[in-house]
């Protein structure tokens, strides 16, 4: 069965960092693109990042670029979105997905607030 | 930016009624769209993909239509599960952008 599990949401302060994590079973990880996708209230869903197979190659949405950085370490199947300079629009609950976004996780809230 | 619209925004239905949702994307996307079902708390789960062809365990009432610019979702006799909001998604370039929603609810 495939899982997706996320980790490392909070509360945090505009222009802090946080890490989230997602780690994968049920499938051969090294395989598969990883995607990070975020949902707000008011904007909805919106596609943040992505990272080849191997990790060599990533892709960003204008709105985090220059501020998170996605990577995956395939020795612990596991998927990471780095995200500096926080802004309270970046509160959002995370997702990570699958490379045709057949399988999400359950999501993490980031809530960015002083 | 590829944008997409999605109309209805909000429908009410009753159990056994079709219902189509309507996806219009601002450039040509051939048939690289994809529809997700969503309950609150809930992460997307994806229903279609390729416009559609539908995603093996999704009930064959689900059905997906259009290329180019215009896209349909249809669901044939409704079903109390799903009750729910429908996005669309394309993924013919990056950034892949989602539609806003439309949430079929109980008439």
């Known amino acids: 069965e495939v899982q997706l599990l996320e980790s490392g949401g909070g509360l945090i302060q505009p222009g802090r960092s946080l890490r989230l994590s997602c780690a994968a079973s049920g499938f051969t990880f090294n395989n598969y693109v990883m995607n990070w996708v975020r949902q707000t209230p008011g904007k909805g869903l919106e596609w943040v990042s992505a990272i080849s197979e191997n990790g060599d190659t990533t892709y960003y949405n204008d709105s985090v670029k220059g501020r998170f950085t996605i990577s995956r370490d395939n020795s612990k199947n596991t998927v990471y979105l780095q995200m500096s300079s926080l802004r309270a629009e970046d509160t959002a609950t995370y997702f990570c997905?699958?490379?045709?976004?057949?399988?999400w996780g359950q999501g993490a809230l980031v809530i960015v607030s002083s | 930016d590829i944008q997409l619209t999605q109309s209805p925004s909000f429908l009410s239905a009753s159990i056994g009624d079709t219902v189509t949702i309507a996806c219009r994307a601002s450039q040509d996307i051939s048939t690289i769209l994809a529809w997700y079902q969503q309950k609150p708390g809930k992460a997307p789960k994806l229903l279609i993909y390729a416009a559609s062809t539908l995603r093996d365990g999704v009930p064959s009432r689900f059905s997906g239509g259009g290329s180019g610019t215009e896209f349909t979702l249809t669901i044939n006799s409704l079903q109390p599960e799903d009750f729910a909001t429908y996005y669309c998604?394309?993924?013919?370039?990056?950034?892949?952008?989602f539609g806003p929603g439309a949430t079929v609810d109980v008439k």
């Open positions: 998604q394309q993924l013919d370039s990056f950034p892949f952008t």
């Open positions: 997905a699958t490379r045709g976004f057949d399988y």
